[in-house]
């Protein structure tokens, strides 16, 4: 059976795209519910004790203030931090103790900073160090993942090395800043419950929030979301609080979280200390390479990040060693944030093969190519595709790389110092299991239902093209629903996974409807995805940057920053590449600007908003492109593509650090770079 392809592929502008640019799309927040109230969190204010007491200013215009002494019971599921106002326990400062509901969000706010808290503090710590008594090595990482892998005898091949490298980088806590906070309307009809929610899975979150208050209609509504990053892949207090306010005062309640709130109560990307050390030969063959990594946990829950885990997976070398290492802090639990894992791991390794190529005097595109793998280092098991030397090299020359001088410090042009980097770029090619459902309707369209999300990134757009090639039928004849947990049930936009994983339902519904003629076809895919053989399924690409670096004020501007992929079939030119732009400037903000600034006697971050927490803005990208090879994948879905939400953030940090230093001969190896470390 052969589609011929029409749609997939083009640059479809976003359908829903009039929409919001017009104002009249809904997000979470903006539904009209009549008497709807307002309710308002109380984040505690130390990071480690117990709650005994709150007590509200009787003249207070409220309508409730709950907290664990009054309010009622919800049953415990996997997540604690899902607990809320469950116990007199305090884990981090920030955790919601409190919540006042009123008719006015002002009235709420008002009666929220005059509460009187009773709270006994406690010691408490918040600092990461490898060297804590208190660290331990995780059995597993996310999502499942040995903790540690052992291949050969690295300790021997870097004793014997020709030259070796061992280097320890960090990065910071990074805060999930999506354009629109998390936010929850929450109605009770008797036991059903509709929750109008920002978040990355409806069905998820209906479940998830339907075990809480035992009840099965829970009915979430999600049509537009502002972006997400992880941090709404799974139901977040908001959701809770709305629902147990609304429950307790009979009204509809409305809980949006202030930007300060998406610093503590969201999840953030852990700090992360990894040291990786290589061993090789003088002509750059690898022998041995060991990556192990710090990072952090809270309290309530253990949350191991997979940063070494991309290490498995990226280069040659027949003696290696992953490994992790928690510690548990008085802090709130570190989350999912765009490439948890790959994005901190790969900015080490990839600056440590840098670091490699300046002591072999050889050029760092070489050296990967020399240690490219011909199937999984670790596990021997083929690759379904795997084009990342031509990344490098079409990368290279698109660039403009060849001609470079490898010595750092040796452009400039007046007060600026100009150098070049470059880092390889990954992330793993997943799906999951969903249910599409297509119906032909009498004037000839095609209504096409899954309960899937649009972060923003086109999703929407692409199951309408992923449709239309499928019932081979022009896009205009199809009509898209998704946002909508009452529908086919879809996987969590996350993991770079959605696509495939709706697409393949999707397709599944289409084909069917459109081979049998019949007028309704629900397609579920679970038994396709799960029937996929092992093999190493995976994106590639490679980052260039070209920075200049001011002589007197250490200030860096990254110049042009490219990136060149190699990711399967790509759905929609038009929105992959602002999916791989988007990756890559959250990238140049990981390597220059973003940094959760600790206050350790505080237990807090203190720049807690976008004042204080700095993201790139407009004047920060100058020259910024994405580029992709021609490459289809048939062995991973019916589409042939690969994901691309995450990768433009995997190893663009690296080539902006990486160019730093060919600039100015100055490693920073502890991130962000800012002009106080070069200086
Ligand atoms: Mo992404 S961190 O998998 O939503």
Same mark, same amino acid.
């Given at each position: 059976?052969?589609?011929?392809?029409?749609?997939?592929?083009?640059?479809?502008?976003?359908?829903?795209?009039p929409?919001?640019v017009?104002?009249?799309?809904?997000?979470?927040?903006?539904?009209?519910?009549?008497?709807?109230?307002?309710?308002?969190?109380?984040?505690?204010?130390?990071?480690?004790?117990?709650?005994?007491?709150?007590?509200?200013d009787p003249?207070?215009?409220?309508?409730?203030v709950?907290?664990?002494?009054?309010?009622p019971?919800?049953?415990?599921?996997?997540?604690?931090?899902l607990?809320?106002?469950?116990?007199? %326990?305090?884990?981090?400062?920030?955790?919601p103790?409190?919540?006042?509901?009123?008719?006015?969000?002002?009235?709420?706010?008002?009666?929220?900073?005059?509460?009187?808290?009773?709270i006994?503090?406690?010691?408490?710590?918040?600092?990461?160090?490898a060297?804590?008594?208190?660290?331990?090595?995780?059995?597993?990482?996310?999502?499942?993942?040995?903790?540690?892998?052992?291949?050969?005898?690295?300790?021997?091949?870097?004793?014997?090395?020709?030259?070796?490298?061992?280097?320890?980088?960090? *990065?910071?806590?990074?805060?999930?800043?999506p354009?629109?906070?998390?936010?929850?309307?929450?109605?009770w009809?008797?036991?059903?419950?509709?929750?109008?929610d920002?978040?990355?899975?409806?069905?998820?979150?209906a479940?998830?929030v339907?075990?809480?208050?035992?009840?099965?209609?829970?009915?979430?509504?999600?049509?537009?979301?502002?972006?997400g990053?992880?941090?709404?892949?799974?139901?977040?207090?908001?959701?809770?609080?709305?629902a147990?306010?609304? %429950?307790?005062?009979?009204?509809?309640?409305?809980?949006?979280?202030?930007?300060?709130?998406?610093?503590?109560?969201?999840?953030?990307? *852990?700090?992360?200390?990894?040291r990786?050390?290589?061993a090789?030969?003088?002509?750059?063959?690898?022998?041995?390479?060991?990556?192990?990594?710090?990072?952090?946990?809270?309290?309530?829950?253990?949350f191991?990040e997979?940063?070494?885990?991309?290490t498995?997976?990226?280069?040659?070398?027949?003696?290696?060693r992953?490994?992790?290492?928690?510690?548990?802090?008085?802090?709130?639990?570190?989350?999912?944030?765009?490439?948890?894992g790959?994005?901190?791991?790969?900015l080490?390794?990839?600056?440590?093969?840098?670091?490699?190529?300046?002591k072999?005097?050889?050029d760092?595109?070489?050296?990967?190519?020399?240690?490219?793998?011909s199937?999984?280092p670790?596990?021997g098991?083929?690759f379904?595709?795997?084009?990342?030397?031509?990344?490098? %090299?079409r990368g290279?020359?698109?660039?403009g790389?060849?001609?470079?001088?490898?010595?750092?410090?040796?452009?400039?042009?007046?007060?600026?110092?100009?150098?070049?980097?470059v880092?390889?770029?990954?992330?793993p090619t997943?799906?999951?299991?969903?249910?599409?459902?297509v119906?032909?309707?009498?004037?000839?369209?095609?209504?096409?239902?899954?309960?899937?999300?649009?972060?923003?990134?086109?999703?929407?757009?692409i199951?309408?093209?992923?449709?239309?090639?499928?019932?081979?039928?022009?896009p205009?004849?199809?009509r898209?629903r998704?946002?909508?947990?009452?529908?086919?049930?879809?996987?969590?936009?996350?993991?770079?996974?959605?696509?495939?994983?709706w697409?393949?339902?999707?397709?599944g519904?289409?084909?069917?409807?459109?081979?049998?003629?019949r007028?309704?076809? *629900?397609?579920?895919? *679970?038994?396709?995805?799960?029937?996929q053989?092992?093999e190493g399924?995976?994106?590639?690409?490679?980052?260039?940057?070209?920075?200049?670096?001011?002589?007197?004020?250490?200030?860096?501007?990254?110049?042009?920053?490219f990136?060149?992929?190699?990711?399967?079939?790509?759905?929609?030119?038009?929105?992959?590449?602002?999916?791989?732009l988007g990756?890559?400037?959250?990238?140049?903000?990981?390597?220059?600007?973003?940094?959760?600034?600790?206050?350790?006697?505080?237990?807090?971050?203190?720049?807690?908003?976008?004042?204080?927490?700095?993201?790139?803005?407009?004047?920060?990208?100058?020259?910024?492109?994405?580029?992709?090879?021609?490459e289809?994948?048939?062995?991973?879905?019916?589409?042939?593509?690969?994901?691309?939400?995450?990768?433009?953030?995997?190893g663009?940090?690296?080539?902006?650090?990486n160019?730093?230093w060919?600039?100015?001969?100055?490693?920073?190896?502890d991130?962000p770079?800012?002009?106080?470390?070069?200086?």
């Amino acid at each position: 059976m052969t589609t011929t392809t029409k749609a997939v592929g083009a640059p479809l502008a976003r359908i829903e795209g009039p929409e919001k640019v017009s104002g009249r799309a809904r997000y979470a927040a903006e539904y009209p519910v009549d008497g709807v109230a307002h309710g308002w969190i109380v984040p505690s204010p130390v990071p480690r004790g117990r709650l005994t007491a709150v007590v509200a200013d009787p003249t207070g215009d409220t309508m409730a203030v709950l907290w664990h002494g009054n309010a009622p019971s919800l049953a415990a599921v996997d997540d604690p931090e899902l607990a809320v106002l469950q116990s007199d %326990r305090i884990s981090y400062r920030g955790q919601p103790i409190a919540l006042v509901v009123a008719d006015t969000l002002e009235a709420a706010r008002r009666a929220a900073q005059v509460l009187h808290l009773e709270i006994e503090a406690e010691e408490h710590e918040t600092v990461l160090r490898a060297d804590h008594p208190g660290v331990y090595e995780p059995e597993t990482v996310n999502p499942g993942y040995p903790a540690a892998t052992v291949h050969g005898d690295v300790e021997t091949a870097l004793a014997t090395a020709d030259v070796t490298v061992d280097v320890t980088y960090s *990065t910071p806590a990074l805060h999930n800043n999506p354009m629109e906070p998390h936010a929850t309307i929450a109605r009770w009809d008797g036991d059903d419950l509709t929750l109008y929610d920002s978040n990355q899975h409806p069905s998820g979150v209906a479940a998830t929030v339907g075990e809480i208050f035992g009840v099965d209609r829970v009915h979430v509504i999600t049509e537009h979301v502002g972006g997400g990053f992880g941090s709404k892949g799974t139901a977040r207090p908001n959701a809770v609080l709305a629902a147990l306010a609304a %429950r307790v005062t009979g009204r509809p309640v409305k809980v949006v979280l202030p930007r300060q709130a998406m610093f503590s109560m969201v999840g953030h990307r *852990t700090p992360t200390l990894q040291r990786v050390r290589l061993a090789a030969g003088r002509d750059g063959t690898l022998s041995g390479i060991d990556h192990q990594a710090y990072s952090q946990t809270s309290r309530l829950y253990e949350f191991a990040e997979q940063t070494a885990v991309v290490t498995r997976h990226m280069y040659a070398a027949p003696h290696r060693r992953t490994g992790h290492h928690l510690l548990r802090l008085d802090m709130p639990t570190p989350r999912w944030m765009r490439a948890p894992g790959e994005a901190p791991g790969m900015l080490a390794l990839e600056c440590a093969i840098d670091e490699l190529a300046e002591k072999l005097g050889m050029d760092p595109i070489e050296l990967r190519i020399r240690n490219e793998p011909s199937a999984e280092p670790e596990s021997g098991v083929a690759f379904t595709s795997r084009h990342y030397v031509e990344c490098l %090299r079409r990368g290279a020359e698109r660039f403009g790389w060849s001609g470079r001088d490898p010595r750092p410090a040796r452009r400039r042009e007046g007060d600026w110092w100009i150098g070049t980097g470059v880092a390889g770029a990954t992330y793993p090619t997943m799906a999951q299991p969903s249910t599409a459902r297509v119906r032909a309707l009498p004037d000839g369209t095609f209504e096409v239902a899954i309960g899937a999300t649009d972060l923003g990134t086109g999703a929407r757009t692409i199951l309408v093209q992923i449709a239309a090639d499928a019932l081979d039928v022009a896009p205009e004849r199809v009509r898209i629903r998704i946002g909508d947990s009452t529908l086919p049930r879809a996987s969590v936009a996350g993991g770079s996974s959605g696509s495939a994983s709706w697409g393949w339902a999707v397709t599944g519904a289409c084909r069917s409807l459109r081979d049998t003629g019949r007028d309704e076809v *629900t397609f579920d895919s *679970t038994e396709l995805v799960q029937r996929q053989e092992t093999e190493g399924r995976h994106a590639y690409g490679a980052h260039f940057a070209e920075v200049r670096v001011d002589a007197v004020t250490g200030e860096v501007r990254v110049s042009r920053l490219f990136g060149m992929y190699a990711a399967g079939r790509i759905l929609n030119a038009r929105t992959a590449r602002g999916q791989f732009l988007g990756g890559m400037i959250m990238g140049m903000g990981m390597a220059l600007h973003e940094e959760g600034v600790l206050d350790p006697a505080m237990g807090e971050w203190v720049n807690h908003d976008l004042a204080g927490y700095h993201v790139p803005v407009h004047a920060d990208v100058e020259s910024i492109e994405a580029a992709w090879l021609d490459e289809t994948d048939d062995r991973i879905n019916p589409m042939g593509s690969k994901g691309i939400g995450e990768i433009g953030i995997v190893g663009s940090p690296a080539a902006i650090v990486n160019a730093v230093w060919h600039a100015t001969g100055i490693r920073i190896r502890d991130l962000p770079v800012r002009l106080d470390k070069i200086l």
